[in-house]
């Protein structure tokens, strides 16, 4: 069965969030953004505040391909909720934990040519492990790269999103029908309530209000009255944001109800073929950007520290090459379906990595 991520309007837009999250970690990590700022101002500026906002579309398209890989319907598929969790898990940690043994590299590379506050210190073996079993926010230690708690919240809501599905798949016919209310209930009480608290940013409850946005979209695209559907997902999130106005979460808004519209409306992509390329190897991009980019960092600002064309030439070397990158792990990774004996090996081959960094920076 292909996948249902695999449309080009989709993945043009997982595309161009990708890019933009790019460009907001070369504008908020990393010394080039500072020796370019003088000549770019309002741009790196923009990017550095504003550009995370992409994050709520990733959100938002999760829950949407989450919706239309588990429940088309509103009940969960055939399988035990447990494989579905487990299915998931593989195949995100097998790219990342390829990504993050570079990271681990690359951090050990720079760190004794760049000072900075964007360098990884010396990993230690809790912080490994924690890194490898996508609990580092849970347990309090600190990342091996930029973006990897957006990992964790994605296997965290497709899990809670597969157990309440999961709760009521043998509920009686009639019990059954509610599973898209109480998806978008459990979005209602992450809106008004826990997304308000910012301590609980690593839970996924905190995000569910986004993610749960997505699902409804797509239910609503294929329901009978799906401007009902529209009405109840802009009253919740109007007055969300009535209650506490959040940039984050006007974004995600939106994009729910321009998803929602545009597939209801049939609306194809008719824009250049790159961007659905990109969409397609997003993932791969977001895990290994932050390596690339640090690596060109301290090349820069090792040759030429002070100079701003330099450093925004950098900048975008630095984003193309994260490209290349990404589309490298896409390829030789991400694409091949993993398996278990697969992830645990690559986990295994992080931490040991880490270790090994560990040990020769201490005798060195």
């Known amino acids: 069965m292909p996948s249902p991520s695999r449309n080009a309007l989709i993945d043009s837009v997982k595309g161009l969030a990708c890019a933009t999250i790019v460009a907001h970690h070369l504008a908020f990590y990393g010394p080039m953004s500072d020796s370019a700022h003088d000549l770019i101002p309002s741009v790196v500026d923009v990017l550095s505040e504003y550009g995370r906002m992409a994050v709520q579309v990733f959100l938002v398209l999760g829950g949407y391909l989450a919706a239309a890989s588990l429940a088309p319907d509103g009940v969960l598929r055939e399988g035990p909720a447990a494989q579905h969790i487990g299915r998931r898990f593989v195949r995100l940690i097998v790219p990342y934990a390829v990504a993050l043994l570079v990271a681990v590299l690359a951090a050990a590379l720079v760190r004794p040519f760049l000072e ?19 609990l580092q926010d849970i347990v309090g230690e600190e990342a091996l790269s930029a ?3 957006y990992v964790a919240i994605d296997f965290q809501l497709f899990a809670c999103a597969v157990l309440l599905l999961a709760a009521l798949r043998h509920a009686p016919a009639r019990v059954q029908r509610w599973a898209p209310g109480m998806v978008a209930a459990g979005g209602a009480l992450s809106l008004l309530v826990f997304n308000r608290m910012p ?60 998803l929602m519209a545009v597939k209801r409306h049939g609306v194809a992509w008719r824009g250049a073929d790159w961007l659905p390329r990109l969409g397609q190897m997003s993932y791969s991009v977001f895990l290994v950007h932050f390596s690339v980019c640090l690596l060109v960092n301290a090349v820069v600002n090792h040759l030429w520290p002070d100079a701003p064309w330099p450093n925004l030439l950098g900048m975008v070397l630095a984003f193309g090459l994260s490209i290349a990158a990404g589309r490298l792990l896409y390829l030789r990774v991400e694409r091949h379906v993993p398996s278990w004996s697969v992830a645990l090996r690559w986990q295994a081959g992080m931490v040991g990595t880490g270790m090994l960094v560990a040990l020769a920076s201490s005798r060195f």
């Open 116 to 134: 900075h506050p964007s360098v990884p210190g010396e990993p230690e073996l809790h912080q490994l492990l924690a890194n490898a079993l996508l």
């Open 147 to 149: 973006g990897v708690w």
């Open 199 to 258: 301590d609980q940013d690593m839970w996924a409850w905190y995000f569910w209000g986004s993610y749960s946005l997505g699902m409804c979209a797509f239910w609503a695209a294929r329901a009978p009255r799906a401007w009902a559907w529209g009405l109840g997902m802009a009253a919740v999130g109007l007055l969300a944001l009535w209650l506490e106005f959040r940039a984050r979460i006007a974004v995600a808004l939106v994009a729910a109800l321009l």
